[in-house]
Every structure is written in structure tokens, then in C-alpha cells.
């Protein structure tokens, strides 16, 4: 996923940018594609590849319907119990999720929420497909076997996007995500804001959510476009929000995109002005020049047992191999302002020639289309408030150079972890967790006893490294980076063909109707109890506006 590297290599990379979802919930299988809709040069973020489908959002405000996905009945719906092994959390209607993110309420294990993107469509007679697409809190409060949709308000919103879930150490709930709007036969969006909304009894009620900060201009101009936030809470109403500004300039041009920070210590009432946290160092090499860390994607925070609040994120160091590097920084859990690095943990190996290339110009893996990347997260241990575990999927593994073409690469992607032991000044190597086929999205957590725990797609489970389950690694004991393995899945998800969202072009006649986008991360939650999962799952089926496939659904699992 290399959106810096691409702003240097001229305009291929940008014609396919609005590609990549652009006959997403398509009608029929082979409807024409405008690879950029006018030839706007938009920033190359995560959150842009996210929206472009024109069957949808040419219409996407205009649904007779749309203040039903607005302000539904709350409940929105609820699942039947199920005492499966595996449980479809999602009960909303036919559409796709993805993107998963789960916390377990510190306070009531049993009450856990998980949060994707939700889409909402509705499919006229005439054969116009409307949509709204508007995160909701899936809770359970009996463990996972049954689980209740919970809107929140966005209603000065069209869609959402990009949800994270936490709780405090007392019980509050926040889900932070991106907001959008557009209208009726308008190209597309206003850049997003930051929003956050926080609940107080478990997730059956929301506060409206509160902006902690705002987009400026819209697609393609000047502007700041917010993206890819994440959060994390501790104590008594204390939370983090940190995401990547993308600087746009003429025509959406890139400028840079450092990575900002904003605190509360209300439960989400109010939040601190932003502030600018990726700062600079001798190995980053600024967009404008100079050694700021300023081209950076994919920050996630984590809390320390001691109430140390560590950021870390992807920064591009523009070097020849076009391969990211992860960065860790510390701030003022008061503030929100950076107090120390960026650290350097380790090059990761996502450069030019590292990955096959889908049909969007983006990363993907063998015999696919989904567009993938290298980032995970970082998480801290509560048994040691100096031990930290910054977790990623990379090819080191795979033989390179990667073929461009995926059909004719056999590509061997690995979950990496790095650990510190001094409150992230210093990394040590990092190990990887080998395995046949592919291996990624991971998602790290340490569990209460200080044993890291990792959740991850895994393609071992396939031969021919096409379908994947959901592994959980769980560490033999704390620091030792040895890990056992299980499969959480009961079933099998094919993303290679056969799909019915994302999927309305068939780039190799062998796979037919491939999905190209799956999210770009899964979630997990630990607790004294195990593990809680939450994964985009294919193993259903479904119909839509006269073609069938594969389902997408958040799907939940406990891991002992």
C-alpha cells in the first residue's frame, strides 16, 4: 500500500486510485469503470479507496429511505443466541462489513462491542442502488452469543468510516471513526472529521458524537484531509484519539501527512486542541525536505501500566526501495503532545517490488485483487509498564522481487513482532511468525498475565494459499516471542473469486469476480477470560441486484 511512494511515480498510480472500489456493489459484472472520474489527483490515503463506487454515491443522499438508516429504532436489530464456535454478529441487512474493531468492557467481561464499516442499501425497483454506510456498536452482553445493533447518531453525516472501539478502566465505552458527507449526483465527499462518540452503560446508548477534528475542502482541493484514527482509554474518562492529516494542496496534490493526537479527560465530552505528534529525527526524511517524520499512515495508540501513553505508525523514509519503517513516540497522557522520539522499531518490507499489484495499482497477494498493507498495531503489557510490542505483517519471507503480475506471484507474507523493554527508546529484532502461505492484518494484544496474544488472517489453512481462517498466536510466556497457534475459524473465506461485494470485474477469467477490498484490519480484545475476535468473514452467500456470491460479515470468536 504505498500511497507516499506513488505520489513519485506519476500519474499510473493515480488513475487508479478511485478504482478500487468503483464497481464495489456494482449491478452487473461488467459494468464500465471511470479508473478516476475526471482525472482528479487525489491524495493517495486510506479512507479515499473507500467510497467510489458510482452506482452508490451518486445517490448516496438520495435514498427515499435514508432517515430510516439515519435514525433508526433502537435497537436496530438483534441476532438469534448462538452457542457456535463462531457467531455473525451482524443482523442489520444485506451488506457488506469490514474493518473490524472489538473491546472487552474491563468491568463485565460479558459485555464486549465491536464496530466495522456498515453499509446500508436499499435496491429500488428501477434497479437505482441507494446507500448509506454508518457505523454501528454490535454489543453483546452474554459473551458473544447474542448481539444487539446499537445506532449511533451521526446525523449531520452521510457516511462513516474507519471505526475504532475502547473502554476505560471503568466501563465507559467510546467508538471514534471518520465523517463524510456528499449529496445527491455529487462527487463524492468533503474531506472527514475526526468524530467520537462514548456511552456509559455498556453501548445501548450513545452520546452524539463530538468532533475532535475538523476536514478542510473536499476531494481533489486544497484542504486536510483526516484519516485513519484510532483510540485507546484508561481510568476514569480518559481517552486518545490519534490519526494521519493529509496536507492537500492544488488539485488534492500531496503535501504531507504527519501524524496528530487529541485527549479527554471527561469521557469524551470535550477533547484537546490536536496536536502534532510524529516530530522528526535523523532517519525520516520530511515531504518538504528536512528530517520531519511527516509522510506517515496508520497510527494506533496503547496505554502503558503505568499510564504512559505510546503512538506508533508507519512513516515512508523515501528510500530507494520505497519500503516503510515503524515509528513509536510518547506523549503526555495529559496533553496529548509527543514528550519523547520517535523511536525507530524497524524497515518494514512493503517497498516497490515487495508486493504483486492488483487491478487499482494497490498491494495484494497471490491469485487476488483485495488490496492489503503491512501495518498492525502496538499494544503494552499490563504486567510491565516498560514492555511494549509493535506487531505488523511484512514479505521479508517471500521471494523477491514480487512478479507484478498476482497471478503469476507465489507470495509468502508473515506476521512480524518487535518488542522493547524500556518504555520503546530502544527495539529488539524482529521475529517473524512463519508459516506456508500468507499471514496478515494482525492485531496484538497482551493479555492480563503479560502474554502477547496476536489475531490474524492466515492462508496456511489452504494449499493453495487462496482461502483464509482467522489464527490467534498466543505467546508461550510473556517476552519469549514463541507462540502456539489456533485456529479460530470453523469455515474457510475465499477472496479470490466468487464474491459478491467489491467484485464486479473479473481481471483473470480463472477467478472470476474477486473481491478487491476486504478492510485493511481486523481486531481482538483480551481479558482475563481469553480472547475475543471480531474478522471480515466470507463463508456466507447472498444475492444482489441480480448477482450472487459470497457474503461479507463481521464475524466473532472467543480463544482461550
Known amino acids: 500500500m504505498r500511497r507516499f511512494a506513488r505520489h513519485r511515480q506519476g500519474s499510473l498510480f493515480l488513475l487508479s486510485l478511485l478504482a478500487v472500489a468503483a464497481v464495489a456493489l456494482s449491478l452487473g459484472a461488467g459494468a464500465a469503470v ?16 473507500n467510497f467510489m463506487d458510482p452506482l452508490l454515491r451518486s445517490n448516496a443522499d438520495g435514498a427515499a429511505n435514508a432517515g430510516t438508516y439515519r435514525n433508526p429504532s433502537d435497537p436496530v436489530c438483534v441476532t438469534s443466541t448462538s452457542t457456535a464456535a463462531n457467531v455473525n454478529t451482524d443482523c442489520e441487512g444485506n451488506a457488506p462489513h469490514n474493518e473490524t474493531s472489538i473491546a472487552v468492557n474491563p468491568t463485565n467481561t460479558s459485555n464486549q462491542i465491536g464496530a466495522a464499516n456498515d453499509y446500508q442499501l436499499t435496491l429500488s425497483q428501477g434497479g437505482t442502488v441507494y446507500e448509506t454506510i454508518f457505523t454501528r456498536a454490535h454489543v453483546t452482553n452474554d459473551g458473544g452469543r447474542t448481539w444487539t445493533t446499537h445506532p449511533i447518531a451521526y446525523s449531520n453525516y452521510t457516511s462513516t468510516g474507519d471505526p475504532a472501539v475502547a473502554y476505560d478502566a471503568v466501563g465507559n465505552a467510546y467508538v471514534a471513526t471518520l465523517g463524510f458527507l456528499w449529496s445527491q449526483n455529487r462527487f463524492c465527499c468533503t474531506n472527514p472529521d475526526v468524530l467520537v462518540a462514548s456511552s456509559s452503560d455498556g453501548g445501548t446508548s450513545w452520546s452524539k458524537p463530538k468532533r475532535v477534528a475538523s476536514g478542510t475542502g473536499s476531494f481533489g482541493s486544497i484542504g486536510t484531509f483526516n484519516d485513519k484514527e484510532y483510540i485507546a482509554a484508561w481510568g476514569n474518562g480518559n481517552a486518545i484519539v490519534t490519526w494521519t492529516q493529509f496536507n492537500d494542496g492544488i488539485g488534492g496534490s500531496y503535501i504531507s501527512s504527519p501524524i496528530y493526537a487529541s485527549v ?9 486542541r490536536p496536536a502534532l505528534i510524529s516530530g522528526s529525527a535523523s ?5 518538504q525536505g528536512g528530517t520531519a517524520c511527516d509522510q506517515d499512515q496508520f497510527s494506533v495508540p496503547t496505554v502503558a501500566a503505568d499510564g504512559s501513553v505510546y503512538v506508533a505508525f508507519v512513516n515512508y523514509p523515501t528510500s530507494p ?13 495529559a496533553t496529548g503532545q509527543r514528550v519523547a522520539g520517535p523511536y525507530q522499531v524497524a524497515g518494514v518490507y512493503d517497498g516497490f517490488t515487495d508486493y504483486p499489484i492488483n487491478i487499482d495499482g494497490r498491494q495484494t497477494l497471490h491469485d487476488s485483487e483485495f488490496r492489503t498493507n503491512s501495518s498492525g498495531d502496538i499494544t503494552a503489557d499490563p504486567s510491565n509498564p516498560l514492555h511494549l510490542a509493535v506487531v505488523w505483517s511484512d514479505m521479508r519471507n517471500s521471494s523477491l522481487p514480487a512478479p507484478a503480475d498476482p497471478y503469476a506471484a507465489a507470495t509468502n507474507s508473515d506476521v512480524i513482532v518487535s518488542q522493547s523493554f524500556d518504555g520503546g527508546a530502544t527495539w529488539g529484532t524482529a521475529v517473524a511468525l512463519t508459516a506456508a502461505g500468507d499471514q496478515f492484518q494482525p492485531w496484538g494484544a497482551y493479555d492480563p498475565s503479560g502474554r502477547l496474544r496476536i489475531g490474524y488472517f492466515d492462508r496456511s489453512y489452504d494449499a493453495a494459499n487462496h482461502a483464509y481462517g482467522y489464527t490467534l498466536a498466543t505467546e508461550t510466556s510473556s517476552g519469549s516471542l514463541s507462540f502456539s497457534k489456533t485456529n479460530l475459524t470453523t469455515a474457510l473465506s475465499d477472496p479470490t473469486q466468487g464474491t459478491r461485494w467489491f467484485s464486479g470485474r473479473t481481471p483473470n477469467a480463472s477467478f472470476p469476480h474477486p473481491t478487491t477490498f476486504l478492510g485493511d484490519y481486523s481486531g481482538i480484545g483480551t481479558w482475563s477470560g481469553g480472547v475475543s475476535a471480531l474478522w471480515t468473514d466470507l463463508r456466507g452467500s447472498t444475492c444482489f441486484g441480480g448477482r450472487c456470491g459470497t457474503t461479507q460479515d463481521a464475524e466473532f470468536a472467543h480463544g482461550s
Open 321 to 333: 526501495t520505497g519500503r516503510d519503517q515503524y515509528l513509536v513516540v510518547k506523549v503526555d497522557a
Open 264 to 272: 479527554t479527560h471527561d469521557g469524551g465530552a470535550s477533547w484537546t
Open 34 to 49: 471511470s479508473d478516476n472520474d475526471g482525472g482528479l489527483p487525489l491524495p493517495v490515503t486510506h479512507e479515499h479507496w
Open 283 to 287: 532517519f525520516c526524511i520530511g515531504a
